[in-house]
C-alpha cells in the first residue's frame, strides 16, 4: 500500500530539512561540552566534632548542672554552631578583607592564597564594599584600575565608573576606594595584560553567605558526633573557615565551662558565708 500524497509531501519537507535538525543537534552538544568545560567546579568540604554530653553527678559542678538543666543538649550545639555570633567570630579570627578573582573568559578564578598583590588599606579612609575592581597589569610598574558600577542605585548615583592608571606601591585615591598594591614577598610579577578583580568584602556579607552555605547534621539519631559540611568554589577557603569554625567552638565551651565553675563556686561561696553568719 503507498503512503497518501499528504503524508508523502509531509515527509519530503522534512527529509528536505535535514541539515536544519543536524545542526541543532551539532550545536546542542557542543553548547553542553562548552558549559561543562568553563562551568566552575562546586566542592564540598567538612569535618566532624564530638559533642560529649557532661556527666559529673558525682562533682559538685555536676550536681549545679544536673539541677539547672542540661548543659549540652546536641540540637543546642547544632544551634550555637549555626549562631551568627560564633560565625562572626570565625571571620574575624580569619580576616578575610579582600578577595582575589583571575579574570577568565567565561568565569573568574578564585585565587585564595595566591593572591597576586598585597593590599593595604589608607589608615582614616574607607573602601567601597563588595563591588569588584578590575586591575590590569600594565607593566612591573604600573596598573590600570577600573570601576564600572553594577546595578541602577550606582548608576542613579554620584558614582561614577572610572579608569585609573595607577603606581605599584603608591596610593590609590580615588572618591569610593583608597588602598596601595605591592606585589608579594617572594612572589612575581603577573605579565602586562593580565587581569584580575579585587573586592573588599563586608563581613556581615561573608557572615550571612557561610551561615547559608554551612550544614550541621548528627551522623546518627543518637550519635554524639556532628558533621559540618559547606559546598563552595573555593575548598581551600571553605575548609580554613570549617577549621577556625571549630576552634572557635570548643573556644565557646571552654569559656561557659569556666563561666559555669566560677559561677559554681561563687554560690558556694555565697552558702558558706551565710551559713558562717547563721552560726
Same mark, same amino acid.
Given at each position: 500500500?503507498?503512503?497518501?500524497?499528504?503524508?508523502?509531501?509531509?515527509? !519530503?519537507?522534512?527529509?528536505?530539512?535535514?541539515?536544519?535538525?543536524?545542526?541543532?543537534?551539532?550545536?546542542?552538544?557542543? =553548547? =553542553?561540552?562548552?558549559?561543562?568545560?568553563?562551568?566552575?567546579?562546586?566542592?564540598?568540604?567538612?569535618?566532624?566534632?564530638?559533642?560529649?554530653?557532661?556527666?559529673?553527678?558525682?562533682?559538685?559542678?555536676?550536681?549545679?548542672?544536673?539541677?539547672?538543666?542540661?548543659?549540652?543538649?546536641?540540637?543546642?550545639?547544632? =544551634?550555637?554552631?549555626?549562631?551568627?555570633? /560564633?560565625?562572626?567570630?570565625?571571620?574575624?579570627?580569619?580576616?578575610?578583607?579582600?578577595?582575589?578573582?583571575?579574570?577568565?573568559?567565561?568565569?573568574?578564578?578564585?585565587?585564595?592564597?595566591?593572591?597576586?598583590?598585597?593590599?593595604? &588599606?589608607?589608615?582614616?579612609?574607607?573602601? %567601597?564594599?563588595?563591588?569588584? /575592581?578590575?586591575?590590569?597589569?600594565?607593566?612591573?610598574?604600573?596598573? %590600570?584600575?577600573?570601576? &564600572?558600577?553594577?546595578?541602577?542605585?550606582?548608576?542613579?548615583?554620584? !558614582?561614577?565608573?572610572?579608569?585609573?592608571?595607577?603606581?605599584?606601591?603608591?596610593?590609590?585615591?580615588?572618591?569610593?576606594?583608597?588602598?596601595?598594591?605591592?606585589?608579594?614577598?617572594?612572589?612575581? %610579577?603577573?605579565?602586562?595584560?593580565?587581569?584580575?578583580?579585587?573586592?573588599?568584602?563586608?563581613?556581615?556579607?561573608?557572615? =550571612?553567605?557561610?551561615?547559608?552555605?554551612?550544614?550541621?547534621?548528627?551522623?546518627?539519631?543518637?550519635?554524639?558526633?556532628?558533621?559540618?559540611?559547606?559546598?563552595?568554589?573555593?575548598? %581551600?577557603?571553605?575548609?580554613?573557615?570549617?577549621?577556625?569554625?571549630?576552634?572557635?567552638?570548643?573556644? !565557646?565551651?571552654?569559656?561557659?565551662?569556666?563561666?559555669?565553675?566560677?559561677?559554681?563556686?561563687?554560690?558556694?561561696? /555565697?552558702?558558706?558565708?551565710?551559713?558562717?553568719?547563721?552560726?
Amino acid at each position: 500500500d503507498e503512503l497518501p500524497s499528504s503524508t508523502k509531501e509531509y515527509l !519530503y519537507r522534512f527529509l528536505s530539512l535535514w541539515y536544519w535538525f543536524a545542526l541543532s543537534i551539532i550545536l546542542g552538544f557542543g =553548547g =553542553g561540552y562548552l558549559y561543562y568545560l568553563y562551568q566552575q567546579p562546586v566542592y564540598q568540604v567538612g569535618t566532624t566534632i564530638l559533642v560529649k554530653q557532661d556527666s559529673q553527678s558525682n562533682s559538685i559542678i555536676g550536681f549545679f548542672v544536673e539541677n539547672w538543666g542540661t548543659y549540652s543538649l546536641i540540637d543546642n550545639q547544632i =544551634g550555637i554552631i549555626k549562631s551568627y555570633t /560564633l560565625s562572626q567570630q570565625t571571620m574575624q579570627a580569619l580576616k578575610w578583607r579582600v578577595s582575589w578573582y583571575k579574570v577568565g573568559i567565561f568565569t573568574h578564578e578564585g585565587l585564595y592564597k595566591s593572591e597576586p598583590f598585597d593590599v593595604a &588599606e589608607t589608615p582614616g579612609k574607607q573602601n %567601597m564594599e563588595g563591588v569588584p /575592581l578590575v586591575i590590569k597589569v600594565l607593566s612591573p610598574s604600573s596598573f %590600570m584600575v577600573s570601576f &564600572e558600577p553594577q546595578t541602577k542605585f550606582y548608576r542613579k548615583s554620584p !558614582y561614577a565608573a572610572f579608569s585609573k592608571e595607577c603606581r605599584f606601591g603608591v596610593p590609590v585615591t580615588t572618591p569610593l576606594f583608597h588602598f596601595t598594591l605591592t606585589v608579594k614577598d617572594g612572589g612575581s %610579577m603577573p605579565e602586562a595584560g593580565a587581569e584580575f578583580i579585587l573586592t573588599f568584602n563586608n563581613s556581615d556579607a561573608l557572615v =550571612g553567605s557561610y551561615l547559608g552555605k554551612l550544614n550541621v547534621a548528627k551522623l546518627s539519631e543518637n550519635s554524639e558526633i556532628l558533621s559540618l559540611t559547606v559546598k563552595g568554589n573555593e575548598p %581551600m577557603r571553605d575548609l580554613d573557615y570549617l577549621n577556625e569554625l571549630t576552634k572557635t567552638y570548643i573556644q !565557646y565551651g571552654l569559656n561557659e565551662k569556666n563561666k559555669t565553675s566560677e559561677n559554681a563556686i561563687r554560690f558556694i561561696d /555565697l552558702q558558706l558565708s551565710s551559713v558562717g553568719d547563721s552560726l
